[in-house]
């Protein structure tokens, strides 16, 4: 049976102009238009005769108001801001937007249209629980807008499929799809990012539908010039980024969802994990094994194995035992702990286990289309689900957590919480995924039902965790990993990809995918390094760990039951590949902190796909397995057994081996030499690398900073260091250190000009390492005016290496001919 027609808004009736924005009543419906922003429009259309008010738990960062301008003729209403316009036609209330050059894009194929929508028609009849009450959530709206033929579309966040996500349908609804782990196929996962970046030459532009219920995007799917909006709620709301870059949608996208937290500088380095590190001393043992075998490491996860039966804050009697005493020796080690977090709370109502009894007394849980707290099976039996859409749970989730941070436990893992749920005890025969009744009522007053709520628990989860580390230690930087979010997530938690395999395949679809999540606004992300599900094996570990190296979060992690994983599990040649990789990644942290600074300053991804710093190389876009680790360098992953070397594509730029310090010879591709632990790495030409000595944790000072210098043959290139304490808030007061750094180009030849540090933050005395890569040895080197006799040529590295100490003065290193 087709479905039935389509409502249309119909003509304009009447308008009304605002300072900020335009409303339109129509014969059946009405928009609204604002200027969020001088590159940033919008969009909200309902059938009805309001907009529904803004939700607390689902505010918005507040951006100053923009001026709308306005214009009108017979047949439609022309609103611009400074670099973004748009023409609602008064007939059918389509939109169009345009360029100030008069670009068209993101044109509307027809007015939104609406109506009631059957369960069958989503992806929610899993059961009696899906059961889709009157009203806004079964009213659907759709949206059609035109796409161009070259459009490439890019985004919606975490999807283990291609990068390019034309002639696809995508579904934005949380889901546990744990076993037996990912596949390329998955239409949703366990974050929901409806967001979408479109690139064509010389224009790029990006839509955030600002919707948290069930929705759906056909990109080009069903029509292959068709974008296809979808979502239930009764009300289309969505933000038109005006590009012109990807770059620059991504910091539109971040400036209204909010920007990455920064994290603390232990976070960046290498985490250790396993579902099975069953003892406190087991934990111990294997901090102690780390530092034995001279592997950096900064943190320790501890899995379910560390709770009594289950419930969440608490810890076994017997098998962690003194918890405050396993902490603190791992700290005397420079190693931080993570403790996971599920959102189930057992109902256990007769022990006098607190954290349910308080939970009942304050109704902090979600409750069911009757009335009474919902309950359903987890890892602790059966559990009852905190409703995070209440202010007061958020704060009362967070005090819980006392239970942890008194033993000194550093960051919190959320897991579990899309919420994974099933409808028996976990094991049993015919066990099945059970989803939160979409009836059910969460809010400050049960005012809104789950499927509105769904996509928000994961992000709310890791809100109540940051804000709870933020109260109870409000000197330190909380750091929060979950499994499940919505857009701006980011503001609260790094992001890690979920329940993987050991597959070849799993390696190289975590391409595409951190990519993917870095253009929807997370910047933290990663995956378990080595995979969850199976056992992995020798190449594949050593082929993971050297990507793993440039992972935003780098996490080695393994299910219960797997053979081991730790980087000396794989014999001696494994173990010292993997410990030159995790020394890279140490080094590479000056960097890798800057870049962690930038992207909460303007949301800027760590790792990024080449069309983020080449949107005018069209040819590239599609490319997924070569990745830009911030803007100076590039990574090009082996991710097939066997291969020893493989194709490379160049950017139009100048390139450097990272390796050998050689600089390429101008071409467009290469055959690169790849064996195992010997990732190709690629430098931008007028790039200025800064790399610190290796550490065993970040908790021991860095002391000494080497500058790698790669002048481009004719452009210039210049590098900023941001530095600070590593762990506090005093970054935000003020307690930075930064410093200036520029290079000329080789026909001028390639001065490097370190300007004198900025801010209050003086990091320790530390050893200053310059080196100029250079065609061949120079005559000389001139240091600060005066002729130097203590340079060096490094024939190895194809470098010119002066060595001082670090005074935060400015320098200029020159060229003798």
């Known amino acids: ?25 129509h014969e059946r419906g009405l928009t609204r238009i604002d200027a969020v922003a001088p590159d940033i429009l919008r969009v909200r259309f309902s059938p009805g005769s309001a907009l529904q008010p803004p939700r607390a738990w689902g505010s918005l960062p507040d951006l100053p108001a923009t001026e709308l301008g306005l214009s009108g003729d017979d047949e439609a209403l022309h609103l611009f801001v400074e670099r973004l316009a748009a023409r609602l ?25 609406w109506r009631e929508v059957a369960i069958e028609e989503t992806a929610l009849a899993q059961g009696p629980d899906a059961e889709l009450p009157p009203g806004a959530a079964r009213t659907g709206v759709f949206l059609r807008k035109r796409l161009a033929p070259d459009e490439g579309c890019f985004g919606l966040g975490q999807r283990p499929g291609r990068l390019d996500r034309r002639h696809r349908r995508f579904t934005n609804w949380t889901v546990d799809i744990s076993s037996p782990g990912h596949c390329r ?19 790029a532009w990006g839509l955030f539908l600002h919707s948290t219920w069930y929705s759906t995007f056909d990109v080009g799917a069903g029509d292959s010039d068709v974008l296809t909006l979808f979502t239930l709620g009764g009300e289309l709301d969505y933000y038109l980024f005006a590009g012109p870059t990807p770059a620059a949608v991504v910091e539109q996208l971040t400036r209204v969802t909010g920007r990455p937290a920064l994290p603390p500088l232990w976070a960046l380095g290498y985490h250790q ?61 420079g190693i931080r702990a993570v403790a996971i977090v599920d959102p189930g709370v057992k109902k256990d109502l007769t022990s006098g286990y607190p954290v ?67 409808d028996r005890p976990i094991g049993t025969e015919g066990e099945r995924a059970r989803p939160i009744p979409l009836a059910a009522r969460q809010g400050e007053a049960g005012e809104a039902l789950h499927v509105e709520t769904h996509n928000l628990y994961g992000t709310l989860m890791a809100r109540a965790a940051a804000e709870g580390l933020a109260r109870r230690r409000p000197q330190r930087r909380p750091w929060v990993l979950t499994r499940a979010g919505y857009t701006g997530v980011q503001r609260w938690a790094a992001s890690w990809m979920g329940d993987n395999r050991s597959s070849w395949e799993d390696l190289e679809t975590s391409l595409p995918q951190l990519a993917s999540m870095g253009l929807a606004g997370s910047a933290h992300v990663g995956v ?112 097939r057994p066997g291969v020893r070397r493989r194709l490379v594509e160049l950017p139009p730029a100048t390139w450097y081996d990272l390796r050998t310090g050689a600089r390429l010879a101008k071409r467009d ?84 000009s370190i300007a004198a540090r900025s801010g209050a933050y003086q990091p320790p005395p530390r050893r200053l390492i310059l080196r100029l890569h250079l065609p061949e040895a120079p005559a000389g080197l001139r240091l600060d005016g005066r002729t130097s006799d203590a340079w060096r040529w490094r024939a190895a590295e194809r470098a010119a290496e002066i060595a001082l100490a670090d005074d935060g003065a400015a320098h200029r290193i020159e060229v003798i001919p």
């Not at 036609?89 to 937007?97: E, K, N, V």
């Open 669 to 752: 591709a290469l055959i690169a030499e790849a064996p195992p632990g010997a990732l190709p790495i690629f430098v931008r030409g007028g790039a200025i690398l800064t790399l610190g000595n290796v550490r065993r944790s970040t908790m021991e000072p860095l002391t000494e900073l080497t500058i790698e210098a790669y002048p481009d043959p004719q452009a210039p290139g210049e590098w900023t260091l941001i530095e600070d304490a590593g762990e506090g808030l005093d970054y935000q007061h003020g307690g930075l250190a930064e410093t200036h750094l520029a290079i000329a180009s080789l026909r001028d030849g390639a001065a490097l």
């Open 185 to 203: 196929g998955e239409e949703n996962m366990y974050q929901a990012h409806p967001v979408l970046l479109a690139v064509r030459p010389r224009l």
């Open 273 to 333: 994990s396993r579902w099975g590190y069953a003892s406190d001393a087991e934990v111990r043992a294997v901090a102690r094994t780390f530092r034995e075998r001279d592997i950096p490491l900064d943190a320790i996860h501890l899995d379910i194995d560390y709770m009594d039966g289950f419930r969440v804050f608490t810890w076994h009697p017997q098998r962690f035992a003194a918890p405050a005493e396993t902490v603190a020796a791992l700290h005397a080690e």
């Open 89 to 113: 036609d008064r007939t059918s209330g389509a939109l169009t937007f345009a360029t100030p050059g008069g670009s068209e894009f993101a044109r509307d194929l027809a007015p939104p249209g």
């Open 528 to 639: 378990d390094i080595g995979g969850f599900y199976g056992d992995c094996f020798a190449e594949l570990f050593a082929r993971w760990i050297e990507v793993g190296t440039f992972y935003p979060f780098m996490r080695n992690h393994t299910q219960c039951g797997s053979r081991p994983q730790e980087p000396w599990a794989f014999g001696p040649q494994v173990e010292a590949l993997a410990r030159a990789a995790i020394r890279l990644r140490y080094r590479l942290l000056p960097y890798l902190y800057t870049l962690a600074h930038l992207a909460h300053r303007r949301g800027e991804p760590l790792l990024r796909p080449l069309l983020y710093d080449f949107p005018d190389a069209a040819h590239l876009h599609p490319i997924e397995d070569q990745l830009m680790v911030g803007p100076q360098l590039m990574i090009a992953p082996v991710y």
């Open 356 to 422: 349910a009894d308080a939970g009942l007394r304050g109704g902090h849980f979600v409750r069911g289309p009757d009335g009474e707290p919902f309950s359903g099976w987890v890892w602790p039996g059966e559990s009852l689900f905190p409703d995070f859409c209440r202010a007061d749970t958020r704060r009362w989730w967070g005090e819980q957590q006392a239970a942890l941070l008194d033993a000194g436990v550093d960051g919190i893992w959320c897991d579990m919480n899309e919420p994974a749920i099933v």
């Open 1 to 25: 049976m087709d479905a039935p027609a389509l409502a249309h808004p119909g003509p304009i009736l009447t308008w009304e102009r605002q300072p900020a924005a335009l409303l339109a009543r």
